[in-house]
């Protein structure tokens, strides 16, 4: 499937997960995301700011989420589309 992309160093992709916010799910929802890494490289600042989603499907529910993930240089962060309260551990 595919040419996998070469990263060298940099790993291809993170673990994270959370909890299925559909009621009567007690489904943990883990899932390798991409990576979004900040781009010191680039000419402006505002275009440094790693931005990656992944789209994940939940096993008990089937529901599918979007995970977004942020770095303003500070570290990466993730977020669940539409789901603001949840908080996504990055393992
Ligand atoms: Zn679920």
Known sequence: ?????????????IDVGF?????QCDEIVEASVEPAYYDTSAENESDMAGYSSTRITCL????????????????????????????????
């Open 19 to 23: 909890e299925c916010p559909t009621p």
């Open 60 to 91: 008990g529910c089937k529901r599918e989420y979007i995970v977004e993930g942020h770095n303003y240089g500070a570290g990466m962060t993730y977020s669940v589309v539409n789901y603001p309260s949840i908080e996504v551990d990055v393992y």
């Open 1 to 13: 499937m595919g040419i996998a992309k070469d990263y060298m160093m940099e790993p291809e992709s």
